[in-house]
């Protein structure tokens, strides 16, 4: 259900498959990456003080990287370098690009049935980046890497809607294609270890 790419004393890094929430939810508490790694590093041991730490998320239907935290020290110092952590995702979108790369950026805000959507006005919404590159074209359909200057909820599925282009598969921001998976994937993830401040880069298909 859930790969674990790395492991040491500090840090998880897994590969999150679709359908997974990364943590608990109001609805759904043990259905999560944080509960199953959870329960992984207690070795089903409900009484042993081990535990994870949210680091990052990604969208119950975005498959890929997720970087965990060991101690809360190691947390606090991989969010704080999150900034310069580079993030780069695969998607597969409707259409053919007239820009082949380029960046989108507009404000972002969230209404109370949780959807995201572009607003002009600057005191409701956040600003939000997210740079693009078609790598492909093939049947109407273009795959792209992309890469977060920004990181808000959402952020790639709404600014690729916005602009014409929605994600495969999509059925909260772009339309009903018949796909059953969100074709998002969060393919590669660079940072600086917590500890032993060396850089660390991970990859997955």
Known sequence: MIRIVYEDRDILVVDKPPGLLTMATDK?????????????VR?????SRNRIFIVHRLDRDTSGLVIFA???????????????????????????????????????????????????????GKLA???????????????????????????????????????VGDKKYGKNDGHKRLALHAYLI?????FKGKPFKFETA
Do not use: M
């Open 28 to 40: 759904e508490k043990e259905k999560t990456a944080y509960y199953i790694l959870t329960d992984y």
């Open 43 to 47: 070795k089903g041991q409900s009484k």
């Open 70 to 124: 060991k101690t809360e020290q190691a947390k606090i110092n991989l969010q704080s370098q999150w900034a310069k952590t580079e993030k780069k995702y695969i998607a597969v979108c409707h259409g053919a690009f007239a820009k082949k790369f380029g960046n989108i950026t507009t404000y972002l805000a969230e209404n109370k049935a949780c959807v995201v959507y572009r607003t002009a006005d600057k005191s409701k």
């Open 129 to 167: 980046t997210t740079a693009y590159r078609v790598l492909k074209e093939k049947n109407g359909y273009s795959i792209l890497e992309i890469g977060l200057i920004t990181g808000r909820k959402n952020q790639i599925r709404v600014h690729l809607a916005d602009i014409g282009h929605p994600v």
């Open 190 to 194: 660079s940072f600086i270890h917590p």
